[in-house]
């Protein structure tokens, strides 16, 4: 127990936190629209509840990757039609694609539906779920993410209760950032669409992800991950182009109220 409170713990607690952190953004946003489907006065108790539950089940999940590694990694079954489609299909990369299309779906139907609407401002999706249903569904996509946190915090340690401590503290702060990121994209309108296509670029790595797991060749070419850094390089575009859009579109706004007003005087 002694080994547990060393300087080297203490540090590599505060680098898988800061892991879990920025692993955790991506569920953050997912969390934020699952929840809106719900009556508007049970949302915070969605996000709540769901996140809590998933912690408890994340740490179960990482007493059971821990203990059985290798069977995520063996084959479940394989297909191999040459030239065509070839795969090895392992726990993992079947959890990472279903989860990933999953998000694909979830983003398309979103962006659909907002672009399908004709009163934006009072717009609310029209796919409603019960409380209990959103709860399942924010813990089954919160273990989906936990895939890679778990397996990326058991490259930095092999200690459990460190990985443990981490996976409670990151779940404390998403509880504590949850309401604040949906009440911002209540307010922030425009955000909404950019946090859609964000959950739509994390689908896709999801999918990339799986497919590399999985060894899938389609017409003979392999299926690449996309990279961390591709990910947050794209994230980082998307920003940019959306603060740069927004600032562009008040200045149209703005010239366009100038010109309208010396029209008037003359």
């Known amino acids: 127990m002694a080994d547990l409170f060393t300087i080297g713990n203490f540090m590599t607690l505060l680098m898988l936190i800061l892991l879990q952190a920025v692993l955790g953004f991506d569920n953050l946003l997912y969390i934020s629209i ?4 719900v009556p508007e006065d049970r949302q915070k108790y969605v996000r709540k509840l769901g996140i809590g539950l998933a912690i408890g089940l994340r740490i179960l999940l990482l007493i059971v990757v821990v203990q059985m590694l290798e069977s995520f ?58 409380v209990n249903g959103a709860i399942f569904w924010i813990v089954l996509m919160n273990l989906v993410f936990s895939f890679d946190s778990i397996l990326s915090a058991m490259a930095l340690t092999d200690n459990v209760i460190v990985m443990a401590i981490a996976i409670i503290a990151s779940g404390l702060l998403m509880i504590f950032l949850a309401d604040h990121v949906a009440e911002f994209l209540k307010k922030n309108r425009m955000y909404e669409v950019l946090g859609l296509f964000i959950l739509f670029i994390v689908g896709v790595m999801l999918i990339s992800e799986g497919g590399h797991l999985a060894h899938i060749k389609l017409f003979s ?17 998307l920003v940019i182009v959306d603060i740069v859009q927004s600032r562009y579109q008040k200045k149209i706004a703005l010239m366009r109220e100038l010109a309208s007003s010396k029209t008037a005087k003359h």
């Open 34 to 37: 699952e929840s809106k489907r």
């Open 73 to 130: 990694k063996d084959p479940f079954f394989e297909i191999h039609i040459k030239k065509v489609f070839e795969g090895e299909f392992n726990l993992h990369a079947l959890i990472t694609i279903a989860g990933g299309g999953f998000i694909l779906y979830t983003a398309v139907k979103e962006i659909n539906h907002m672009l399908a609407i004709e009163h934006l401002e009072e717009h609310q999706s029209d796919a409603k779920r019960s």
């Open 221 to 237: 070419y392999e299926v690449h991950a996309m990279t961390k850094t591709t990910f947050y390089f794209v994230l980082a575009v």
